[in-house]
């Protein structure tokens, strides 16, 4: 991949990002400040954006979102390693979840 490949799927992933946050965000606020991983004031900051705004954050080259958990056991519970397909894989899920929701609880 060239530099400016990399860039535009920079730009596109932050565009898809910021329209995926406000769309959440006005749906359920909630839920969106859980599963976006951010604080109210980020969330009222990110609703009032116009296009053109958007726009002009998602150029930046920078990637707006990031990978939340760098926790080993959250991974290995949601690509179910050394786990056969079947009831175990739905419960490490859900365990992969509720890790995650408690990391969310613990930076709020």
């Known amino acids: 991949m060239t530099q400016d490949q990399i860039l535009s799927e920079i730009r596109e992933a932050n565009l898809n990002y910021l329209i995926l ?10 839920q969106a400040l859980f599963r976006l991983g951010i604080t109210e004031a980020t969330a009222e900051i990110l609703v009032l954006l116009s296009p053109s705004q958007m726009m002009k954050i998602a150029n930046t080259g920078t990637l707006l979102c990031c990978i939340r958990s760098g926790d080993e056991l959250v991974w290995s519970l949601l690509t ?5 397909a ?3 894989e ?6 992969a979840s509720i890790v995650m929701a408690s990391r969310h609880q613990e930076a709020a």
């Open 21 to 30: 946050a406000q769309n959440l965000i006005r749906a359920d606020r909630e």
């Open 80 to 84: 179910n390693q050394g786990k056969a």
């Open 86 to 88: 079947n009831t175990a």
């Open 90 to 95: 739905g419960m490490s899920r859900l365990h």
